[in-house]
T-cell receptor, first 117, second 113 residues
């Protein structure tokens, strides 16, 4: 149980285009999902918290208009990188949490490697 | 604000030896301490976690110890095997933010055959 999927697993796009990444909890309902970015040989940096049915909360320094997050259902959150630039190239990982009454454990997706040319 | 420091950044051990990774945190109210293993290009996977009401937890070759007074917790891997080679991250909850985690900087473990 507690499986989280991400799609796509990798994407290459041209500078200026937008890319959408999907995060799904396959066998549980996730009231909260998190989006992380990880640069090579670095730790996971939390970008934003996505709550079902409400606006995402962004960490300091993360542009909400550039990284659009939608959490329309209890099993799906999407991250759209708008007007992508080469410096946005990174490994994007989501995690899902069952919410109140569940454990403290976050379950991670397999990640999406974004390369912006 | 909250802070978590992880040491060492790299660790090389001979197969069969033990490995210990330590994390120090700043928020005395922290009550949940997970450890994640991440292989190259893969997702972080929870390998063990501990809550603040116990001082030690063990799962086969892996154990975590917690010292609440000193505000540090450690990951212990015994009888290391080459497949233990990976990057290990500790994490602590962010104060007043439900379920958010702050991750340590990571430890790259290499187990030499």
């Amino acid at each position: 149980g507690a499986v989280v999927s991400q799609h796509p697993s990798w994407v290459i796009c041209k500078s200026g285009t937008s890319v959408k990444i999907e995060c799904r909890s396959l066998d549980f309902q996730a009231t909260t999902m998190f989006w992380y970015r990880q640069f090579p040989k670095q730790s996971l940096m939390l970008m934003a918290t996505s709550n079902e049915g409400s606006k995402a909360t962004y960490e300091q320094g993360v542009e909400k208009d550039k990284f659009l997050i939608n959490h329309a259902s209890l099993t799906l959150s999407t991250l759209t990188v708008t007007s992508a630039h080469p410096e946005d190239s990174s490994f994007y990982i989501c995690s899902a949490h069952p919410g109140q009454g569940g454990t403290d454990t976050q379950y991670f997706g397999p990640g999406t490697r974004l390369t912006v040319l | 604000g909250e802070n978590v420091e992880q040491h060492p950044s790299t660790l090389s051990v001979q197969e069969g030896d033990s490995a210990v990774i330590k994390c120090t945190y700043s928020d005395s109210a922290s009550n949940y301490f997970p450890w994640y293993k991440q292989e190259l290009g893969k997702r972080p996977q929870l390998i063990i976690d501990i809550r603040s009401n116990v001082g030690e937890k063990k799962d086969q070759r892996i154990a975590v110890t917690l010292n609440k007074t000193a505000k540090h917790f450690s990951l212990h891997i015994t009888e290391t095997q080459p497949e233990d080679s990976a990057v290990y991250f500790c994490a602590v909850p962010r104060r007043r933010s439900s379920y958010k985690l702050i991750f340590g900087s990571g430890t790259r473990l290499l187990v030499r055959p």
